[in-house]
């Protein structure tokens, strides 16, 4: 916990010095607000988990594994126009027969102003496996280890705000569709967060051969979380010929209000909570096209004492697109249909 401390000192100390660094005159980055950027993604986003304890049988961690299908996404951005759509493939990524079938919905926006950074995400993921269930549990054998359990879900509602101390860095840029950097930027940022996000089932999360007479938490139904708090982080951009890489990074800490419930008894507790921010995005990017590498990791976890759930949302997908400049064409048009005119006179 110190040592989590003084990081986040740290890093707030030159977050807020770095409102002092000077601006350059030539802008690093290129917007294409003219030009019809279309585009296609092809990924997926997974929420795996865990929940530590001194079980029986000398187990530690017990793994919740979900299912999931690979996305096929299309989009374009104009101007101030933005659409993006996605279509999940049939066939899952794991073996239903180890993994059963996950139902999870993922829904999102985001949008910028100034110098600050917006994001909204809800997620909700129904159906996960118990990873190696053989090992406390005879009845299951080696060649499909796993104990699958359609009734437990997980479920994330998270809103976040990053404040970056140089005007230089956009988002959008990052990103890179609808802008790209043309030179290095780094920047300290402080991102604002508040979420709820746990896991709950109709019966008890962890299987009866799992549970301590003694301890009521682990005989729980539902383990859930609010928290709010400010991340101190640092943002750097890296361009090199036509590759550009970019990563995000932060750790803090929030004010958490948790809970879990048993036989239809709840108790709560207030307490700190770590929290860790990633995102890396690298590859291609020129004018006319890039094609990009995009990942996001949200890790959230709940404590009571040597009780511990762990989660994290993530994402990963590979991006590709082009950028149409129609804005010549349609002035070249209209100098073709000008001079058309003159000509007939």
């Known amino acids: ?77 104009y101007k101030w126009m933005s659409l993006r759509f996605g279509i999940t493939l049939p066939n899952s990524v794991r073996s239903k027969n180890k993994f059963g079938k996950t139902k999870y919905y993922d829904l999102g926006f985001d949008f910028s102003f100034k110098n600050m950074y917006f994001d909204v995400d809800w997620h909700l993921y129904q159906g996960y496996a118990l990873k190696n269930a053989d090992r406390w549990n005879d009845t299951i054998g080696k060649d499909e280890p796993n104990l699958i359990r359609e009734d437990i879900n997980a479920s994330s509602v998270s809103i976040n705000a ?44 962890l299987p009866v051969e799992l549970q301590d007479s003694t301890e009521s938490k682990t005989s729980s139904s539902v383990i859930a979380a609010f928290d709010v708090g400010v991340v ?27 809970i879990y419930t048993f036989d239809e008894t709840t108790r709560s507790f207030l307490g700190l909570a770590p929290r860790v921010d990633i995102k890396i995005i690298g590859g291609i990017n020129k ?24 989660q994290t949302y993530y994402f990963l997908k590979l991006v590709g697109g082009v950028r149409l400049n129609v804005s010549k064409k349609k002035e070249a048009r209209e100098a073709a249909e000008k001079r058309a005119k003159e000509t007939t006179k």
Do not use: C
């Open 1 to 77: 916990m110190n040592k989590i401390l003084f990081l986040i000192s740290f890093l707030s100390v030159f977050a807020l010095s770095a409102q002092s660094q000077e601006v350059d005159s030539l802008l690093p980055y290129q917007k294409y607000k003219n030009r019809l950027v279309l585009y296609s993604d092809f990924g997926w986003s997974t929420a795996p988990m865990s929940i530590s304890y001194p079980f029986p049988h000398g187990i530690k961690h017990v793994k919740f594994r979900n299912n999931f299908n690979p996305v096929l996404g299309f989009g374009f951005s």
């Open 287 to 310: 004018p006319k096209y890039f094609i990009m590498f995009v990942s996001d990791f949200d890790n959230k976890s709940i404590s009571f004492n040597d009780f511990r759930y762990k």
């Open 162 to 205: 990053w404040q970056f101390f140089k005007n230089d860095f956009k988002m959008s840029a990052f990103r890179g569709k609808t802008a790209s950097y043309h030179r290095d930027v780094r920047t300290f940022y402080l991102k604002y967060t508040t979420n709820y996000h746990g896991i709950s089932s109709a019966q008890p999360i």
């Open 232 to 258: 101190p982080g640092y943002a750097y951009v890296r361009r090199w010929r036509m590759f550009q890489f970019g990563i995000m990074g932060g750790v803090g800490l929030v004010l958490q209000s948790k």
